[in-house]
Nanobody, 122 residues
């Protein structure tokens, strides 16, 4: 059974920062890529940032380049998403994803967390 621990969401004002953390654990688990998606009621779930845990591949959506940074955490199968200069349009539920390879397509990711809400409001 795969378990996700996602943390770090919350309510912030525009221009502020948040750090999301995701840790995945489970037996017979093979993960080589992790990422963060986000979704609002009006939009489909889109990739925000993703990476191979080896560090060879790191990808960002154009809308977050220069503001968000994804990195591998110290613990196994952990990623951190540092979000700076948050904007109103970053408001969404953020989902951690994990799988055996990186893909822009959500259907290629094997495991999904429950999500954490990020709200940017003045």
């Amino acid at each position: 059974q795969v378990q996700f621990v996602e943390s770090g969401g919350g309510l912030v004002q525009p221009g502020e920062s948040l750090t999301l953390s995701c840790a995945v654990s489970g037996s017979s688990l093979y993960i080589s890529a992790m990422g963060w998606y986000r979704q609002t009621p009006e939009k489909q779930r889109d990739l925000v940032a993703g990476m191979l845990l080896s560090g060879e591949t790191i990808k960002y959506a154009d809308s977050v380049k220069g503001r968000f940074t994804i990195s591998r955490g110290n613990a196994k199968n952990t990623v951190i998403l540092q979000m700076n200069n948050l904007k109103f349009e970053d408001t969404a539920k953020y989902y951690c994803a994990a799988g055996s390879r990186f893909s822009w397509s959500q259907s290629e990711w094997t495991y999904w967390g429950q999500g954490t809400q990020v709200t940017v409001s003045s």
